[in-house]
Each structure stands twice: as C-alpha cells, then as structure tokens.
C-alpha cells in the first residue's frame, strides 16, 4: 500500500450518503451500487432477486474521516480533527490507521485524491 503526501486533499465520489448523530458521535451511511463481477454473479443476481445497493455503514472515526473528505481538507487535517474529534486506542498509530482507512476507500473508489 503505498501512503499518501500529508498534503493531499481527499475527495468523496459519491454524494449518495447520509449522516446522522447518535449518542453524540457522527454516524454515517454510504450507499453503493452492487456489480456483478461475471455473468454467473448476473444470473445470480437476478435468480435471488439481489438488491443492486449495499449500505456501507462506518464507525465513529470512520465517520469523522469521511466527513473531512471534501477535497479542501488534507490528508493531515483529517489525521488532527480525527485525534481531537476520537478518544478511541483503537486508531493508534493515527497517521498508519488512516492511511489504511483511506486506501480502503479509494479501492472501493469511494474517494479519489484532488491532486492526482
């Protein structure tokens, strides 16, 4: 995985995303579209009635992250809201964790950085 410049400004894809607050913490929900990756996934799809969108709902600090994806706030603004917004040992290192986070959002091409 290769880490992105501290300086780049990440970008959401989708405007198909809801987010809400529960006990006081950011909840979001992104809808996306379900492909078939074949023709067997489409005879699947179709025998089973498969619904063509997922939810994908993030946590807490997956919230925070999604929310500063806005193309304005860089990849080291979103690392210092995310330390000043979670209290949570689960994101430490904060720089490695969200590096992950953000690859896993630019594979599912959920994000895309504004300076590439």
Same mark, same amino acid.
């Given at each position: 995985?290769?880490?992105?410049?501290?300086?780049?400004?990440?970008?959401?894809?989708?405007? %198909?995303? &809801?987010?809400?607050?529960?006990?006081?913490?950011?909840?979001?929900?992104?809808?996306?579209?379900?492909?078939?990756?074949?023709?067997? &996934?489409?005879?699947?799809? %179709?025998?089973? %009635?498969?619904?063509?969108?997922?939810?994908?709902?993030? &946590?807490?600090?997956?919230?925070?992250?999604?929310?500063?994806? =806005?193309? %304005?706030? *860089?990849?080291?603004?979103?690392?210092?809201?995310?330390?000043? *917004?979670?209290? =949570?040992?689960?994101?430490?290192?904060?720089? =490695?964790?969200?590096?992950?986070?953000?690859?896993?959002?630019?594979? +599912? &091409? +959920?994000?895309?950085?504004?300076?590439?």
């Amino acid at each position: 995985m290769s880490e992105r410049s501290p300086t780049a400004t990440p970008i959401r894809t989708t405007e %198909d995303w &809801d987010c809400e607050c529960v006990d006081g913490s950011r909840k979001v929900t992104i809808q996306r579209p379900r492909q078939p990756r074949n023709r067997v &996934d489409e005879l699947l799809f %179709d025998l089973f %009635d498969t619904p063509t969108e997922r939810e994908l709902e993030l &946590d807490a600090a997956g919230s925070v992250v999604w929310c500063h994806c =806005d193309g %304005d706030t *860089t990849v080291a603004e979103v690392a210092e809201e995310l330390a000043a *917004t979670v209290s =949570d040992e689960r994101i430490e290192p904060i720089g =490695d964790t969200l590096s992950y986070f953000l690859a896993q959002l630019a594979e +599912l &091409d +959920l994000i895309r950085y504004a300076d590439a």
